[in-house]
C-alpha cells in the first residue's frame, strides 16, 4: 500500500483528501504545513504528498524546495493542490520540481486522474 | 414520461442518431431533455413531447436529438490508447508512409474536441520526426453546437484538470480569465465537420486510424455493422480503428481483427476488407 502525505493548514481538506485517497487504497499521513511535512518526511518518507501552497510556519513551495534538496533519499512525488490556479504558480510549482499541479476546489475524479498520470495508481 | 412519449422519443433518435435507448433511460431522456424545453419556452416536460410529435419542426428535432447525443469527454481518455497510438501506430505509421509522407485520422463523434487535441498534442510532441509531414486530423459530431465548443478550444479549470498533464498545460494553453485557451497551433491541426455516422463515411476520405471510442455502445447491432463496414471501405489495409474498452467487433464486423496483446485495438482482416469492398461494388 502507498503512503501519501496530505499537506494542509485545513482540516477540511485534510478530511476530503483522506477520505478519497483511502478509496484509491492509500495510506495517508498529514501535516498542517511545511515545516510539518518535512518532519514527517524525515520520520519516513512516503510515496506521495499533496501539496497545498499557502500555509504558515512553511509554505508549500518552500517545503518542496527543501524536500528536493534533500540527497541520499528516495524523492516522492509530489502533486500541488492549491487555490493558486495561475500559471506564474503552475510554472514555479514544476521548475521546484513538483509532478503535478491541482487547482481548488477538487475532486475525488480530479485526484484519481492526477495520481493515475504520474503512476501512483 | 408516459410510455407513448417514450416510444415517441426513442424512434426519432434512433432514426435520427442510431441511438438506441432501452426503458430503464427514461430518467436519461427527461434529465437531457428539460433543459430544452426550458430553452424552448415549454411549459413543462409534456409540451415539449407535444411538439415534438407534431414532428414538424427541423431545428428543435435537432436540438432534441443534439442533447441525448451529447456525452462528456477528457483529454487523453483512459491514457492507454494514447500510450499505443504512441508506441505502436505512430511508429508504424511514420515507417510504412515514409514515401507520402502523410497520414490521415479521423476522431469520430468528438464531442467537446479532448480527443482530437490529445491527438495533435502527441504528433506536436513528436516533432523532428514528422517534420515536413501532412498530417490530417479530422474530428466530427453529430452536434453542431459541441463542435463550436471544439472548435474554439476553450475549456474550464475541471476540464483542463482531467487526464491533461500539466506540462501540456503550461506548454499548450494559455490562461484566459477563468477560460483555458488551446493553443492556436494546436487548434490548427483538427478541421472540424459536422456528420451522422448513420451516413456513409466516403464522402470523408479515406482514414489511417479512426477513433470510435464509447460510441457503438449506444447502436443497436445492424446500426453497429453498418458503421464497421463503412470505416473498413475507407481505411487502407494497414489501417487501426480504437474501439473504447467495453466494445468489440466480435458479431458486429468481420473486417476488423483485435490487434495481438493491444485491447482496445483493431486491424482490418484481408479476406474481410474485400468481403466489404465488394459489397459496394
Known sequence: MKTCLVVDDSRVVRMVARKILEGLSMKVVEAEDGQQALDRCDESMPDAVLLDWNMPVMSGIEFLRALRSKADVTQPIVVFCTTENDMAHIQEAISSGANEYIMKPFDSEIIESKFSQVGLL | ?281
Open chain 2, 1 to 281: 414520461m408516459n410510455v407513448s412519449d417514450f416510444d415517441m422519443i426513442t424512434r426519432i433518435l434512433r432514426e435520427r442518431s442510431g441511438l438506441v435507448l432501452s426503458k430503464d433511460k427514461a430518467y436519461l431522456i427527461e434529465s437531457r431533455l428539460n433543459p430544452v424545453a426550458r430553452k424552448w419556452q415549454f411549459k413543462n416536460f409534456d409540451d415539449l413531447a407535444s411538439a415534438l410529435r407534431l414532428g414538424n419542426d427541423e431545428k428543435l428535432l435537432r436540438d432534441v436529438t443534439e442533447a441525448m447525443t451529447t456525452n462528456e469527454s477528457f483529454f487523453f481518455r483512459d491514457s492507454k490508447p494514447f500510450d499505443q497510438f504512441k508506441a505502436i501506430v505512430l511508429p508504424h505509421l511514420i515507417n510504412a508512409r515514409a514515401s507520402k509522407r502523410s497520414f490521415r485520422i479521423w476522431s469520430a463523434a468528438c464531442s467537446s474536441g479532448q480527443e482530437p487535441y490529445s491527438l495533435a498534442m502527441i504528433l506536436k510532441e513528436a516533432g523532428a520526426s514528422l517534420s515536413g509531414w501532412r498530417i490530417e486530423i479530422v474530428a466530427t459530431d453529430l452536434s453542431t453546437e459541441i463542435l463550436q465548443k471544439a472548435q474554439e478550444g476553450a475549456y474550464s479549470q475541471f476540464e483542463v484538470q482531467r487526464g491533461l498533464p500539466i506540462e501540456y498545460l503550461v506548454k499548450y494553453f494559455k490562461q484566459e480569465g477563468e477560460r483555458w485557451m488551446i493553443d492556436p497551433s494546436i487548434r490548427q491541426m483538427v478541421t472540424y465537420k459536422t456528420f451522422n455516422l448513420l451516413e456513409d463515411p466516403m464522402a470523408l476520405g479515406t482514414f489511417d486510424v479512426v477513433f470510435l471510442r464509447n460510441v457503438l455502445i449506444y447502436f443497436d447491432q445492424p446500426t453497429k455493422s453498418q458503421v464497421l463496414a463503412g470505416i473498413a471501405r475507407n481505411m487502407p489495409a494497414d489501417g487501426f480503428l480504437y474501439l473504447g474498452g467495453a466494445e468489440t467487433v466480435l458479431g458486429i464486423s468481420d473486417s476488423f481483427q483485435l490487434i495481438p496483446g493491444q485491447r482496445g485495438i483493431y486491424g482490418l482482416i484481408p479476406s474481410g476488407a474485400a468481403a466489404a469492398k465488394s459489397a459496394v461494388g
